[in-house]
């Protein structure tokens, strides 16, 4: 879903795309965190190399979180971003930059389709990036994008409602996409 449609998105403009790349495994080293990941089969959502860093590889962990859960009630939306961001940097950050040498990039979403701030960031950069590969409007790019990713996140939200129903998942081939026609004929006011 957000994972998928994210990948398809760097497949566009960075090399060695993967989703739920295994990490590399512990061999000694002592985490900072005791909530850090250190089973050897830990996994995040997606890599990708040459995102933030030419020749790096960026990994990234993909959390939606309800923000009218009992746990977030008494917080405001801002701070709540921050904890889930903070939890998913103190379970892969330390790891992914030293063990496997690349960056982490928490990507935190609301049900409601609110990102959080490194969230936002990270979107901002992958439509730049899209931006000067294809040659098209910022604002067709981002629309574009933006409405990929809340459509991802009525479906999730409507599968924890209706609970599974197995179909085989689609994947939208993007790389001849005119992203102008595609909003216009849409109907997305930029």
């Not at 989703?19 to 890599?47: F, K, Q, W």
């Amino acid at each position: 879903m957000v994972r998928d449609v994210t990948a398809s998105m760097l497949r566009e403009v960075c090399r060695d795309v993967s989703t739920e790349p295994t990490l590399l495994p512990l061999d000694g080293e002592h985490m900072r965190y005791r909530t850090a990941n250190t089973t050897n089969e830990a996994r995040v959502d997606i890599s990708a190399r040459g995102f933030w860093t030419r020749g790096q590889r960026a990994f990234m962990d993909i959390r939606i979180f309800d923000p009218m859960a009992a746990c977030h009630r008494e917080i405001s939306l801002e701070t709540a971003h921050q904890r889930n961001e903070q939890e998913k940097i103190r379970a892969y950050g330390e790891r992914i930059q030293h063990v496997d040498q690349g960056s982490f990039t928490p990507l935190v979403f609301t049900t409601s389709v609110g990102m959080g701030p490194k969230a936002k960031c990270f979107y901002s950069r992958l439509a730049d990036v899209m931006v000067e590969k294809k040659h098209q409007p910022r604002s067709h790019v981002v629309a574009w994008m933006r409405c990929h990713l809340s459509f991802s996140l009525l479906r999730f939200a409507l599968l924890c409602l209706r609970g599974t129903r197995y179909s085989a998942p689609t994947t939208t081939d993007i790389a001849g996409l005119d992203y102008q026609a595609t909003v216009v004929e849409s109907g997305i006011i930029v």
